[in-house]
């Protein structure tokens, strides 16, 4: 009575029927059929009426006092009659422990997984409910997941257009006020106000450089591809990075959320390079790959060190479901980090 578990749909939310167990072509009617009750009863009857039999057919007599000799061949029998019912007893619930170690392999991050199981009737209800289980879970997860990124990315939207309009404005007046300050003060004091000015404007880039983490105007205004070249040029400028982007020229469309959630992974895959793979060398792409659009981020850095996967990746992972994408990331030391998104292309 074999049991795996069935192979992840191709990246995909759609809902699985509420019955996804399939029989096996050689599962047949009979004693696998029964419920483990009476699986049991029959174990235990079969062991006792053979012991039975091979007591009354055996010449082997018990008297008052028991002899030494009828007590080994008690204490044989008994030991036998035990070893057979524990071996039979485990094979009976053999399908339970295997489904219950498929069950702990399932990965709530690579959707679709459904558990293919075969076996006494138990066991094929058991699967279809936590078949059932993990599709409620998915669509659930999915739900509020998209709505707990839109929710943030508005968030992120409305600080960046503060940032940008209300800090950013505030700054520019305190350094055209400091210029006027300058002008009218002594000439001692130049050195003073030109660093004042300076920290000033630093101040003021960096406020820009946040809004734009923040929410991509790029993004909004000119689209994905012109977004991807943008964030290519402010990390090679800010970290040192010699970024080599490949990006086609045109895509099928896969939606606004699906384009945030490229971006958002091609952004946080950049900062891990520029934090972690102590290398300049990096290579973007994004390309339409059959059904799907792929972006690709691929350093030569030192690779990933096999630890448990950081709030990062995760991210990407979490993101990338929302769209009924997927993440995948490839790492071998002093070789570098492959990291790949999969989104389906939007079919409107």
């Not at 390309?287 to 691929?298: A, F, I, T």
């Amino acid at each position: 009575m074999p049991l795996r578990l069935a192979p992840p749909q191709a990246d995909r939310f759609t809902s699985p029927p509420r019955n996804s167990l399939r029989r096996s072509s050689s599962e047949r009617p009979g004693a696998a059929s029964l419920p483990f009750v009476w699986r049991i009863f029959l174990v235990n009857a079969v062991l006792l009426v053979g012991a039975t039999v091979a007591l009354a057919l055996s010449p082997a007599t018990v008297g008052f006092p028991i002899a030494p000799p009828e007590a080994i061949v008690l204490t044989v029998g008994l030991i036998a009659t035990l070893l057979a019912n524990l071996l039979l007893v485990r094979r009976s619930f053999m399908p339970l422990e295997r489904l219950t170690r498929l069950m702990r392999n399932v990965d709530l991050l690579s959707p679709g997984q459904r558990l293919d199981v075969t076996g006494p009737q138990e066991v094929r209800e058991l699967g279809a409910v936590f078949n059932e289980m993990l599709a409620r879970l998915e669509q659930e997860r999915r739900e509020s997941g998209t709505d707990a990124l839109r929710a943030q990315e508005d968030e992120r939207k409305r600080v960046a257009q503060e940032l940008h309009d209300e800090v950013g404005q505030a700054l520019t007046a305190v350094m055209l006020q400091i210029g006027r300050l300058a002008k009218k003060g002594p000439p001692e004091l130049n050195d003073e106000f030109g660093e004042a000015l300076e920290t000033t404007r630093a101040s003021l880039e960096d406020v820009r450089r946040i809004a734009k983490q923040l929410r991509p105007e790029a993004l909004d205004d000119l689209g994905l591809i012109p977004a991807l070249n943008a964030l290519a040029a402010a990390f090679a400028d800010r970290a040192g990075l010699r970024i080599r982007p490949r990006l086609a020229e045109s895509l099928p469309p896969i939606g606004v959320d699906a384009e945030l959630v490229v971006f958002r992974v091609a952004q946080e895959s950049l900062t891990n390079v520029a934090r972690h793979a102590q290398t300049s060398r990096v290579d973007l792409s994004l390309e339409g790959v059959g059904s799907d659009v792929v972006l690709c981020v691929r350093d030569y850095g030192r690779g990933l060190d096999g630890s448990t996967p950081g709030g990062g990746i995760r991210g990407m992972r979490e993101r990338a479901l929302l769209i009924g994408g997927s993440v995948t990331i490839v790492s071998a030391p002093n070789v570098g980090t492959k990291v790949t998104l999969a989104v389906p292309v939007n079919p409107d």
